[in-house]
Each structure stands twice: as structure tokens, then as C-alpha cells.
């Protein structure tokens, strides 16, 4: 028993995470739904996505016992409710109630989910205004923008109840057996059964296991199962919809008993017939049929959902259960691993290949290439799994410019292209504060005020947009605003007043990277919007840990394009790789300049150190033997090769025995197993099977000074 | 009819745990079998910059980067050579995989709780610290080592310490 | 929990009997079916079932919840197996309505 309720919060929090993922994504659905509504407000099928965002995200609250959750959700699902029934007319005021009332739910989900501080007062302040809309029956005073702002009602929608009794009751049989941790996961049942009942007409009758030895069971473990009938008027999506977080597809049995309720009723022995059900009736349905099944599809869940088919209506939830799943990260990681390991195996097989005769081993050396291609698109697929839209992250942008708009005064229109583009799970999480920060910046920095865009003779309303792209094995991510443009000489005054070195004579492109140097910013008041002391620099040293690179094109009067280019994935990193005494090592290529024998009379000596002088610059040369304290065949920067390479302005020259190759290699972590090797970004494996370390050319800088 | 009184028996207190044996120079040594994942051969490592010598290097174990430590240079025993009798004892520490260098492994062993005697001050190479006691077998004496507080050491410097 | 004995015999629950407290009342129930063992209550005399039953007490349940309803269900199941009859009683109008919600109206032999 103890042992068991040590393991209880850990299984706990583990299925709660699946309410947490559900609950984020129906909160990210609702409010990218509210930031993109016309202003003539929602259309039937987005006002009703939104109600069973709200309504979802209640009954799971209130199944996991997140009581707390259920209160704001509730006034907000009733006020929705409401509306779709057209008592209440839409204002365009809601949204931001709307969106406010998100915020809260988002508040109390991630005090849940992280223990983060959740302030009560929030709570009620949300909750007494949803509820003052609902009472006065409209949040706008003025009666007249009210009846304008309503949608004409055809007769048989404004009254949803005969909708629904046009569509036929069904008769339901329920089996449910549940997890036998279901009870120590915190659910309740009883919300579970009231949201049934919510359908319509619900008995509920538990049952044992025939025989239990009192003196042994475990009072924590469900063995009861439970036989349920619901009659109803929902599609079973709808009933399995309620389950969603409770049951596997195994534990709930659903068959429809009989097509109409009525017509058995009438019959005086109802009972013997519905026992008694032709087989061509009696059907088991899993989800993935459910949304195939005219009937389920055509009447929602309460009758209100017309067509869950159609683009934005709450369909998704089912049809997209349908055609994927949910997987860790780790397993696919796993996966990726493995199939890393596939084609180093293949090249090996490969390698032992090229000895032999190729006219007696014809078919040998045809599977094997055949063999190649296969890995290949083996290996393309599964990092394809790793990869997702980067609408992701820009859906969250709309409304943060809604926000900053309204509060600078000023009016932009937002467009994203390109929103498909796929790319790293792991890039998209680094990714989303580098361009918040240049969408803010955008904002408050470069758009200008709608008076002075139509004194400049351009229309008052700007534009930034977000477009992504892949251009052969990169994502390219331009941020653009048709502002005023940098300001050349601003830039220049500003630096020299930083003591950061500019001169007059550099190229406009020169100039624009001064603003990525620390401690930079051009704007005249330090606003709560950007230059809050984080500025450019910050956003390029997180596109450089990213192995990314950042461009920007600016012209004045015409606006300014901001240009991110990110490698596919993290896992794999374009290499040069090199050799160092019997060892060799993989520079990353967006580090490296160009490679060099220097010729003798440009190598000279500063301080006892070594430097090459390259185009007018003395470049200190770094000599990886001896850094790493190990043997070299060359120790002699003028019999060696010499690497340049350049990250956020500090150049070095790598001193190498020889360049071999240039290739992708597959990132892999020593800490795995082992600490972390100081000038290192971790290790990859080669064709022959052996280990390469992967060097850290900013770590490398660290080393040197240190030394 | 039982009113719940459980009628377990008690396990003696012979119970048997098993040991992988192994050389360094001349001394007999034991790891708990259970922490052993594979046996393999001494392969090419890759060096690692600035680490102490014993630790030989990092090889590629199936995908996985192993860390290779050489206890004949850590504890100063034996000779460390390298050639085909060279053995690596891949093992499965504290969640980590690491690879132990030794002159050979012997045998596995199964030795009872009144089999193993507590270690003297002094004897070993290896501190006592990390010695969990002495087993005898067949006249033979065994240090049997505790591979997780010796692996988690600062001096093997293998893991991060954590303060 | 007490257990009276007498002309019925009569066990109380109270409080709380939900997934947080089974644990807790576990225990005792299984004591009380112990007793009942020992003092004879089952059996094969043939009049147990009318001289034997035991009335469970609900009086003091302030709440329960599916996890304490199918306790109590195996406790009764317990009894029945002993051939020991049980009924509840004296159940607050809301504990009533919530063993019904449940669906266990029948495993406790309750009409509704």
C-alpha cells in the first residue's frame, strides 16, 4: 500500500498530462479562433468551435477534479451558449472578454500544471463580468449597435430544441470498464455520468466481478465495470468525446440498440425487443468509424453542431483522432537513433564493398545501393516526424499585435505566409522569443504612427509579415514591416555614442549589424514594448545557438526585412571535419570563414602568441593540440592548415593537420553517459563506426583566454 | 473461512547474490552481476581533450557514446596494455552506460550473506570506501567493489558533480 | 466504526467515503466482517440470514463517490458470500441520490 501511494502522484501527474496537452490546445484553438473572427463577428460554426473549446476543457476539468477550472469555464460556456442561441447578441468588446477569460483558464491550468502563482482575484473579476454579460443579455448598453450587431435567425435555428427532436433519439448500451487506476488518477466519475446526462436520459447500473475476497482486494482499484443507456439524440462521437480522457478504446463499448427509440416504445414489449436486436443493428463502434457514420457526423453533440465536416467546426476533434497519435519525444528520438546507426552500418557494408570486383559482385554492389537509397529515405522520414508547422508559432503572434496596436495607437495589419513550413520541434521552442522580440521591435520601433505613414504619403494602416520558407536544406524566416526603415546615420551617431567602432565610410550593410552589437538600441524612449535592455543581440546569439544565421535589408522610407535562416533540424549539423594527430574533429560549417596555408611572411608573433594577418587583419591562431593537450603531427602554423572562423564578430584561426571531408553528421550527447568535454558541442559517429567530437568554436574562444 | 491472516513463510537469510568477477594485476575483484549490461573487447576510443588518463576515451556503443575508464590506471595496478585479451565491462550505473577496462574476467559467482566479510582498512589498491567487503571462494579472496559510489566518485570524475 | 451486538447487528460509516478515505475504512470493515465470522453470525445454521443481518449505518456519510460506493459494495458482496444478509440504512436524502447517480442502487438493494 505505501509503495503504491509513492508511485500515486507520479501516475497521477502522468495522465493529467494528457488533460494538460488537451486543455492547452483547445485554449490555443479558442483564441486563435477569437483573434481571427471578421467584425462582423462569428459565423454559427466558429461560435460553436469555441463553445466546445470551452466546454471540453470543463468536463475534463471537472473529470480530473479541477474544480477551480470549472467555475470560469462554466459562466463562459453559458454565456456562449447563450449566444449561439442568439439571446445574446456578439459585440466585438467580447473578444478581448474572451480572450481574457482564456488567459485566466491558462493561468489556472499552468498553476496546475507547474504550481505557478494563480491569482484568485483574476479569477472572480472574469467570472463576475462573463456573468454581468449574461444577466444584462448583451455586454453593449446602447440597445440599438446591440440588435444591429445580430445575426438574422432563421425561425427553425433560434429554436434549437425542435432541431433536435427532428433528429430521431437513439438508444445507446454503454459498457465501461474502466483503468483499474481510475479511481487513484483523481477522476469522478459523477462528472463523468452528469456530462452524459447532459445528452439525454442516462440509467447507470454498477457491477461487481462475481466473486471478491473481501480480505484481499485493494480498495483503491476499480473492478467494477459499468452498463449504461442513454438515449439520445447525439452521434456517438459525441459520447466518445466524453470519454476521451478517461477511457481506452478497449474499455468503453458502444452499440446503438435500436435506429428509433419511438417506434420500440410504442411496442408493448419494448423491453424484449431491445434485448432481442437483429445483429445488422447491433453494432460495436470504435472511434476511427465514427465520423464515417452519417448519423453521428450530421447531429452534434446536443444537436448543435449542423455539420462537423465543415472547415472550422468542431469535427476535428474526431476526424484528427482518427489519423494521428500521440507519441513521446524520447521514442522518437529513439527512433532516430536507431536508423542513425542504420546508415552507418550501411556505409561500413559500402566501405568493406568497394574491395571487391565489380563485375563478379554486380548484384551485391546493386543492393547495396539500392540499400543506400532506402536508408536515406528512411532516415528523411523519420526526422520528418520530429517536424512541425511553424503556425505554431505564429498564431500566437495575431494577437499580440491586436494588443500592441491598441496600445500604441497604432494600426497594423498582420500576414503570415508559409505558415506549413515544417521544421524542428526543438528549433520552434528556441525560435518563438527571438521573433517575438523582432515582431515587438517592428511595433514599436520601426511602424509609425498612422499620422506620420500618411504625412510620409503611405497608407495609415502597416504591415508586418511573417513568412517562412525552406530553401534547399534551411528555413528562412523573414520578418518585414513596411515602416520607415533604419535610420543610417541614427545608427552611426548612436554607436559611436556606445563606443561601439563604426566609421562613416562602412557599407549600409556594415551599419545595420552595429545594431546587433550589445547594449544597442536606436529607439528614443525605452518603451514597456522592446528595449527593456534585452535588444538585437539577444536575438542573435539565440539564432546562433541554433546554428542560425541573421541577415537584414533595410530602405529608408520602404521598410525593413529581417532575415532568420535556421538548419532543418538540431540533430543534424553541416561539418568540416578535420585531423589532429590520430584523431579528428567536426568544425561546424556556419562557423568557418575560409581554410588557408598561410603563406610564411604573413604568420608573425604578438606577445609570444601567434597571428596570421589576412586581409589587413592579425587573427590570433588557435592550435587544437594544444589546447587539448594532445599529439599533432603538425605544430607549426606554417606547415599545418589554418582554419577561419568567425561567430558574432570574434575571428580565430584553427591550426589542423588537414581538412578531410565535408559532410552532415548526426549530433549525439556525451553527457549522455559522461560530464561535459569543455570546448565541445557533443560528438557524432563516422562511417567507420568511430567517435568525433564536435567542436564548440565559442567555447574554443573561452578556452583560449583562459589558457 | 480466512479472516485475512497471511500465511507467508520467511526467507532464510542465505540468499544468494551473484558477482561478475574480474582481474586487475593480481587482485581478484567483484561487481554486482545485475549492474553488468555486456562484455566486450577492447576497441579504438576516441580521446577526449583535457581529461585525467585513466579515462581512456569514448567509443560509439551502438549509437551511443560510452565513456571508457582504465581502473589498471586509476588504482595503479597491472599493466596497461592493450591487445586482444583486453577486456571492457560495460555497465549500467546510476542510469549511465560506462565501459570499465580490466586485465580479464574471470567467472560469475554466486556468494551468500555469510560468504562475504567486512574489508579491513587496508589491503587493496582501491580505498576501502568503495569496497562493499571481502568474499571468499575456494580459497580465493574477493574484493567486491560498489560500482555506483566508486563510478560516482569525484576523484573518476566521470559524472558531473552536482554541489 | 462500532459494531453493536444485539438483536440486528448494526455497523456505522461516516464521513467522508470517498477514493481519499477508502483506505482508511478499509481496514475496519474488514475487521468488522472478521467479527462477524467469529461470533457465529454466519454459518450453516439455517436462520442466519434473518437472525444474522447486519444493518450498515449511513447516518454520519457526508459524501461519497464512486470509489466508496464500490467499497461498500464489496463489503456487502463480503457479507452476502458469508451468507451473512446486510441492508443499509438511514441514508442522507444526498448520499441516496449520489449511490443512484453511481448506478448502485442495485448492488445495495435500494429501490429508487
Known amino acids: 500500500m505505501t509503495q503504491s501511494d509513492q508511485n500515486n502522484n507520479i501516475d497521477l501527474n502522468q495522465f493529467n498530462q494528457v488533460f494538460f496537452e488537451e486543455c492547452a490546445e483547445h485554449l490555443a484553438e479558442m483564441e486563435q479562433i477569437l483573434v481571427s473572427l471578421p467584425d462582423e463577428g462569428p459565423d454559427e460554426e466558429q461560435l460553436n468551435a469555441i463553445f466546445r473549446a470551452a466546454h471540453s476543457i470543463k468536463g475534463g476539468a471537472g473529470i480530473f477534479g479541477f474544480q477551480d477550472m470549472t467555475v470560469v469555464t462554466h459562466v463562459l460556456e453559458s454565456l456562449l451558449d447563450r449566444m449561439r442561441n442568439h439571446e445574446i447578441p456578439f459585440s466585438t468588446a467580447m473578444v478581448d472578454l474572451f480572450l481574457e477569460a482564456g488567459d485566466v483558464i491558462s493561468m489556472q491550468l499552468a498553476g496546475h500544471r507547474d504550481g505557478a502563482f494563480v491569482r484568485q482575484e483574476a479569477i472572480e473579476q472574469i467570472s463576475a463580468k462573463l456573468q454581468q454579460v449574461i444577466d444584462a443579455g448583451s455586454l453593449d448598453a446602447p440597445a440599438g449597435s446591440a440588435s444591429a450587431a445580430m445575426i438574422p435567425v432563421p425561425e427553425e435555428i433560434a429554436q434549437s430544441g425542435t432541431v433536435a427532436s427532428e433528429h430521431s433519439d437513439q438508444r445507446y448500451e454503454l459498457v465501461f470498464t474502466p483503468d483499474p487506476d481510475i479511481f487513484r488518477r483523481g477522476i469522478r466519475l459523477e462528472n463523468l455520468f452528469a456530462e452524459l446526462e447532459e445528452l439525454g436520459e442516462l440509467t447507470v447500473t454498477a457491477g461487481l466481478p462475481a466473486t471478491t475476497d473481501f480480505n484481499s482486494i485493494d480498495p483503491e482499484i476499480c473492478v467494477c465495470s459499468w452498463r449504461m443507456t442513454l438515449v439520445t439524440t447525439a452521434g456517438e462521437a459525441d459520447i466518445r468525446d466524453i470519454f476521451e480522457f478517461v477511457a481506452d478504446l478497449d474499455q468503453l463499448q458502444l452499440r446503438t440498440v435500436s435506429e428509433n427509440v419511438r417506434e420500440i416504445s410504442a411496442s408493448d414489449d419494448s423491453k424484449a425487443i431491445a434485448t432481442v436486436t437483429p445483429p445488422e443493428n447491433t453494432r460495436l463502434m470504435p472511434t476511427g468509424e465514427s465520423a464515417a457514420d452519417p448519423a453521428g457526423a450530421a447531429t452534434g453533440r446536443r444537436a448543435y453542431d449542423k455539420n462537423e465536416l465543415a472547415a472550422g467546426a468542431y469535427g476535428r476533434r474526431t476526424s484528427e483522432a482518427e489519423s494521428s497519435i500521440r507519441v513521446g519525444v524520447t521514442k522518437v528520438d529513439q527512433l532516430i537513433n536507431q536508423v542513425g546507426e542504420l546508415v552507418i552500418t550501411q556505409l561500413m557494408l559500402a566501405q568493406t564493398a568497394t574491395v571487391l570486383d565489380p563485375v563478379l559482385h554486380e548484384n551485391l554492389h546493386r543492393s547495396l545501393l539500392q540499400l543506400e537509397r532506402n536508408t536515406r529515405d528512411l532516415q528523411q522520414s523519420v526526422m520528418s516526424i520530429r517536424l512541425v508547422p511553424i503556425s505554431i508559432v505564429f498564431s500566437r503572434f495575431p494577437r499580440m499585435v491586436r ?99 563604426a566609421s562613416d565610410n562602412m557599407s549600409d550593410e556594415e551599419v545595420w549589424q552595429l545594431i546587433f552589437a550589445p547594449g544597442f538600441s536606436t529607439a528614443e524612449c525605452v518603451t514597456d514594448i522592446s528595449g527593456r535592455g534585452v535588444g538585437m543581440d539577444v536575438v542573435l546569439r539565440n539564432v546562433q545557438s541554433m546554428s542560425g544565421r541573421v541577415n537584414i535589408s533595410s530602405e529608408p522610407g520602404n521598410g525593413t526585412r529581417v532575415t532568420i535562416s535556421l538548419p532543418l533540424t538540431l540533430a543534424i549539423l553541416d561539418g568540416l571535419s578535420v585531423a589532429v594527430g590520430q584523431e579528428k574533429f567536426i568544425i561546424p560549417l556556419n562557423s568557418i570563414v575560409e581554410s588557408l596555408q598561410p603563406a610564411p611572411e604573413s604568420l608573425k608573433t604578438v606577445n609570444g602568441g601567434n597571428v596570421v594577418h589576412v586581409r589587413g587583419e592579425y587573427i590570433p591562431i588557435i592550435a587544437l593540440y594544444e589546447l587539448f593537450n594532445m599529439d599533432a603531427l603538425v605544430k607549426e602554423p606554417g606547415k599545418g592548415i589554418l582554419i577561419l572562423i568567425d561567430v558574432e564578430g570574434e575571428k580565430a584561426a584553427l591550426l589542423v593537420d588537414a581538412l578531410l571531408d565535408e559532410h552532415q553528421v548526426v549530433i549525439k550527447s556525451i553527457e549522455t553517459n559522461y560530464r561535459k568535454v569543455e570546448g565541445t558541442a557533443g560528438a557524432t559517429i563516422l562511417g567507420d563506426g568511430r567517435v568525433a567530437l564536435i567542436l564548440d568554436v565559442n567555447s574554443l574562444f573561452r578556452m583560449r583566454k583562459q589558457k | 473461512m480466512q479472516t485475512g491472516q497471511e500465511l507467508i513463510g520467511k526467507n532464510g537469510t542465505g540468499v544468494a547474490s551473484e558477482y561478475l568477477t574480474f582481474t586487475l594485476g593480481s587482485e581478484e575483484y567483484g561487481i554486482d552481476i545485475l549492474k553488468v549490461q555486456e562484455i566486450r573487447g577492447y576497441d579504438t576510443v576516441t580521446h577526449i581533450a583535457n581529461a585525467p588518463e585513466f579515462i581512456k576515451g569514448v567509443i560509439n556503443l551502438r549509437g551511443v557514446i560510452v565513456p571508457i575508464v582504465d581502473m589498471r590506471i586509476k588504482f595503479k595496478v597491472g599493466v596497461p596494455s592493450y591487445n586482444e585479451f583486453t577486456v571492457v565491462i560495460i555497465m549500467n550505473v546510476l542510469g549511465r552506460v560506462i565501459g570499465m577496462v580490466v586485465d580479464g574476467v574471470s567467472d560469475v559467482v554466486a556468494l551468500s550473506g555469510d560468504q562475504i566479510k567486512p574489508a579491513p582498512e587496508m589491503g587493496a589498491a582501491m580505498d576501502t570506501d568503495y569496497i562493499t567487503g571481502l568474499g571468499t571462494l575456494n580459497d580465493q579472496m574477493l574484493i567486491l567493489v560498489d560500482i555506483e559510489k566508486l563510478m560516482s566518485s569525484e576523484e573518476m570524475q566521470v559524472m558531473e558533480q552536482v554541489n | 466504526m462500532n459494531t453493536e451486538a444485539g438483536e440486528s447487528l448494526k455497523t456505522c460509516l461516516d464521513g467522508e467515503c470517498s477514493m481519499s478515505t477508502v483506505a482508511g475504512k478499509y481496514p475496519a470493515l474488514m475487521n468488522c466482517l472478521a467479527r462477524l465470522l467469529d461470533s457465529g453470525a454466519s454459518g450453516e445454521r439455517n436462520d442466519c440470514s434473518t437472525s444474522g443481518a447486519l444493518l450498515v449505518d449511513l447516518t454520519g456519510v457526508t459524501d461519497i463517490d464512486a470509489c466508496g460506493c464500490q467499497l461498500l459494495a464489496l463489503f456487502l458482496s463480503g457479507l452476502k458470500q458469508n451468507n451473512i444478509s446486510a441492508q443499509l440504512t438511514n441514508i442522507p436524502d444526498t448520499i441516496r441520490s449520489k449511490i443512484h447517480f453511481l448506478g448502485f442502487d442495485s448492488e445495495f438493494n435500494l429501490s429508487h
Open chain 1, 403 to 501: 494588443e500592441l496596436a491598441a496600445k500604441l495607437g497604432k494600426q497594423v495589419e498582420l500576414k503570415t505566409v508559409g505558415d506549413t513550413t515544417e521544421l524542428d520541434k526543438g528549433l520552434i521552442e528556441k525560435i518563438t522569443d527571438p521573433l517575438t522580440h523582432l515582431v515587438r521591435n517592428c511595433m514599436d520601433h520601426a511602424l509609425e504612427t498612422p499620422e506620420a505613414r500618411i504625412a510620409a504619403g503611405k497608407e495609415p494602416c502597416g504591415t508586418i509579415t511573417l513568412r517562412a520558407s525552406q530553401i534547399g536544406g534551411r528555413i528562412v524566416i523573414d520578418v518585414i514591416d513596411d515602416g520607415a526603415g533604419l535610420n543610417r546615420a541614427k545608427i552611426l551617431a548612436k554607436a559611436a555614442e556606445r563606443g561601439i567602432p
